[in-house]
């Protein structure tokens, strides 16, 4: 079953490459950042003004798994579905590439608030992704 609710596209840079010409794995988390973030947008909400609120949203875990490499100029397709459990929302994440849909790359970000510095539930975020939280 296809859960993804949210897809944006993007390309390998030359630089994001290693010695072995496939995308070097820190450069995934740079890519499911981006996707998070753009997908919050989406939501109505902003990165830089929730934390001018004093509420920041940040990675408290990771599951990672890569799967099959992305080479220079590949063009490649991040897509995302999020479930909340507690105080935890948990971005399930993942990277196809274009030309063939081959899945890349997996991973489950668990995001959690602190407001004003201290952890808690955020009314903001709750109610922007009120619509697309899917139960466990």
């Not at 999020?82 to 929302?89: L, P």
């Not at 196809?96 to 081959?102: C, G, K, L, N, W």
Request: hydrophobic share 40%; glycine share 6%.
């Amino acid at each position: 079953m296809n859960k993804y609710i949210f897809e944006t596209r993007m390309e390998v840079r030359d630089y994001e490459c290693d010695i072995e010409g496939i995308v070097n794995n820190a450069n995934y988390l740079h890519y499911t950042e981006h996707t998070r973030h753009l997908f919050l947008k989406e939501c109505g909400l902003s990165f830089a003004e929730m934390h001018a609120k004093g509420v920041d949203a940040v990675v408290a875990r990771m599951k990672l798994e890569f799967k099959a490499p992305l080479r220079c100029d590949d063009e490649f397709i991040s897509r995302l579905w999020i479930e909340k459990d507690g105080i935890r929302y948990i971005f399930h994440q993942a990277i196809f590439r274009a030309s063939d849909e081959t899945l890349c790359f997996r991973g489950n970000i668990m995001l959690v608030c602190l407001i004003n510095g201290k952890l808690g539930n955020s009314e903001d975020y709750d109610k922007a992704f009120a619509q697309y939280i899917q139960s466990k």
